[in-house]
């Protein structure tokens, strides 16, 4: 068996990185560019034309917290939930990040890297809803070290990893959201998230 | 055991409704509505996004309409759940894909129906362009297939179908993508989704 994970290190396939480090998995890395994403090794493992994917020993799979949920299961370890209810919060927090925050997050992102993509009222509106979304992350955190409480898990990955540009590139003032402070300083401090960011093509 | 779905029909909670009325559950229903009820602060309680559906089951409470299937599935098993994890990984990632490649551009055009002062009709125009390579994807995957994981209809199928169920209220045109519009009907038809529908 052998896993491909196809995506540049600077991109969304970091969260697949970042997993694949956590569970000490040995894979092979294709760097595909987030602008370079139609060629056909690329669009054989996933249609869509985005990264990351994977090739599981034959498993194809696209969507990045779906494919870190899938190498989670598959490979266990202090990431994966002991018990329904908390995979059930895992998977609840990874659609979040996806249809909540990764939104307003993405419009922040490209004002930094690429303002030239986006319009003034774009990251207004970003910047007026971030607060909303963030608030909800902050309460979570509440009285807890991680997502599903004193262990960091699953959820704290696939969270972390959308949020993670907040920090590394946007500078964002966590000020009003000391609880997410903390939480993503410990979450971004873990030696496979480093390791994660050092991947070259292989 | 006690389970509760907050949310009405004609809201994301048909999604977990349906499967409720698939698995076969009994549930208490209490219809919170979008437009008011779902940011009143007792609601928030439940779920600080102020969206619904929730549910609580026995005390779990979740949010996340297809987070929420996929627990009860997990919980519930039967047919609907996929029979092994590359399965369970396919019906995540379509899970995912749904909200991710669909939904957002789905509801466009569902919102300029409904509000039509409400949405530019550049936003249409950019939720159709959006949408046609996406179907075009979920029209291959479909290919030489009855349903998303094979012959039987699963959790993956569920999730998909009922965002794009919206679509079949604009009255999308499905004529360039066959497998999609031939599968969603089937799947639009099975007794659950219609009993769902007529929760009360």
């Known amino acids: 068996m052998t896993l491909t994970i196809y995506g540049a290190t600077l991109s969304r396939a970091a969260r697949v990185l970042w997993m694949a480090k956590e569970l000490g998995l040995d894979f092979r890395s294709v760097q595909i560019s987030p602008d370079d994403t139609h060629v056909p090794e690329l669009l054989r493992v996933n249609p869509n034309g985005r990264i990351p994917a994977i090739d599981d020993g034959g498993v194809l799979l696209f969507e990045s917290l779906a494919i870190n949920l899938y190498l989670l299961k598959k490979h266990g370890g202090p990431l994966l939930p002991d018990n329904i209810s908390d995979e059930g919060r895992m998977v609840q927090w990874s659609f979040w990040a996806m249809t909540e925050l990764e939104g307003p997050l993405v419009q922040l992102l490209l004002n930094v890297i690429r303002p030239e993509t986006i319009s003034p009222a774009d990251v207004a509106a970003a910047t007026e809803k971030l607060p909303h979304v963030l608030r909800v992350l902050e309460g979570a955190l509440t009285g807890r070290e991680y997502l599903l409480g004193s262990a960091f898990t699953g959820a704290d990955l696939n969270v972390a990893s959308v949020l993670s540009y907040l920090k590394t590139i946007v500078n964002y003032d966590f000020g009003s959201f000391p609880n997410i402070s903390a939480w993503t300083s410990r979450c971004l401090g873990r030696p496979a998230f480093s390791a994660a960011a050092a991947v070259t093509a292989s | ?200």
């Open chain 2, 1 to 200: 055991m006690a389970l509760t779905i907050y949310g009405i029909p004609t809201s994301r909670a048909l999604r977990i409704l349906w499967l409720a009325n698939e698995l076969g559950l009994d549930f208490k229903y209490v219809p919170v509505d979008f437009s008011g009820g779902s940011r009143q602060p007792e609601f928030m309680k439940l779920n600080p996004n102020g969206h619904v559906p929730v549910i609580d089951d026995d005390g779990l409470i979740l949010w996340e309409s297809l987070a929420c299937n996929l627990y009860l599935i997990k919980k519930h098993g039967g047919p609907l759940l996929p029979k092994n994890l590359a399965d369970e990984g396919r019906a995540l990632q379509w899970s995912f894909w749904v909200m991710t490649e669909v939904e957002k551009a789905a509801l466009s055009l569902l919102r300029k129906l409904v509000y039509p002062a409400d949405i530019a009709d550049a936003e249409v125009a950019a939720a159709r362009g959006k949408l046609v390579p996406a179907f075009s994807v979920l029209n291959g995957a479909l290919m030489g297939k009855d349903c998303l994981l094979g012959t039987e209809f699963t959790i993956a199928d569920l999730n998909v179908a009922a965002v794009l169920a919206w679509l079949k209220i604009v009255k999308y045109d499905f004529s360039a993508i066959p497998n999609v519009e031939a599968w969603l009907t089937r799947c639009l038809a099975r007794p659950a989704y219609v009993a769902a529908k007529a929760t009360k």
